[in-house]
């Protein structure tokens, strides 16, 4: 129940800041949000597609962000993908692999509304591994500008150490803690902790793909990708920071990552760096 309250503050408190600190003048903005009439502007050549988190929905997790990028003149789409059939209001938990089809039919789907060569990929937790995933294993890289991906477990995730214990009686109990996830029809939750199927394929080779600039922004507080710097893709063209390099004195946790205003001025300036600004930093939510 704390949790959440605590998410339903965050997000008042986002919607209450968007228009405030982001929206540009009415006179100024071109941009769309899931808006198939909207054609990318000189200025944003690029449509933006959100991806959220597991467990999450296009309307339910960086739906804020998505509007303050639209505000900021940029065409901007998203969808709930890896949801079971008659069962949209839960999204990301079919498995990883099932999951990349769908956004990349769905990135196609943009192409070919918009008219625009190119997109960029914002995923927060999931969407951020699937940022990634789709850009490596999909054969569209040439498709793909720019991915921002904020807290991905890139590496895997021990789910704040949940994980471990089981691990520790070996691999048999790794399995069956896999069969209990795809039993309580979370496959993805399987396909993400460390030495999952879908990590082990991320992780296979470089991934970075040629062409495509990559970010890569998590916090040091991150409760649930942890250990945190698993996040982090060290490779050529990527770009990795911590929230609180750039705001050292922001306490955001994995979930307030998605509402964080530092955050999402640290995915503007990834999406747009010829034109990257500096900001006045703000405290986002712990948890």
């Known amino acids: 129940m704390k949790k959440r309250l605590r998410t339903s503050v965050l997000v008042c408190a986002a919607a209450a800041l968007v228009a405030a600190v982001f929206a540009a003048p009415a006179q100024a903005a071109s941009g769309g949000d899931n808006d198939a009439s909207c054609r990318p502007s000189a200025a944003h050549p690029r449509p933006v597609i959100f991806l959220h988190g597991l467990g ?68 927060h937790s999931e969407g951020g591994f699937q940022s990634l995933y789709v850009t490596k294993t999909q054969g569209i890289a040439d498709k793909i500008g720019n991915v921002v991906a904020i807290a991905p477990p890139a590496h895997g995730t021990t789910f704040a150490g949940l994980t471990k214990l089981a691990y520790l009686l070996g691999q048999g109990e790794r399995d069956a803690v896999g069969k209990a996830l795809d039993t309580l029809g979370c496959p993805a939750c399987d396909d993400l902790i460390t030495g999952g199927a879908a990590v082990k394929t991320l992780g296979a080779g470089p991934i970075a793909q040629p062409g495509v600039h990559y970010t890569v922004i998590t916090s040091r507080y991150d409760e649930l990708v942890t250990p945190t710097d698993t996040a982090f893709v060290r490779e050529p063209g990527v770009v990795d920071s911590y929230v609180q390099d750039t705001c050292p004195f922001d306490p955001v946790g994995h979930v307030g990552e998605a509402y964080d205003l530092n955050v999402w001025h640290l995915v503007f300036n990834a999406l747009d760096p010829a034109h990257a600004g500096k900001f006045v930093c703000t405290a986002g939510s712990p948890g």
């Open 56 to 123: 999450a929905t296009y309307y339910e997790d960086l739906n804020f962000l998505q509007s303050a990028a639209a505000a900021q003149g940029y065409c901007t789409f998203s969808r709930t993908y890896g949801a079971y059939p008659g069962f949209p209001v839960v999204g990301g938990l079919r498995p990883i692999a099932d999951s990349a089809a769908e956004i990349k039919q769905f990135i196609g789907d943009v192409l070919a509304t918009t008219g625009a060569s190119q997109v960029d990929l914002v995923g």
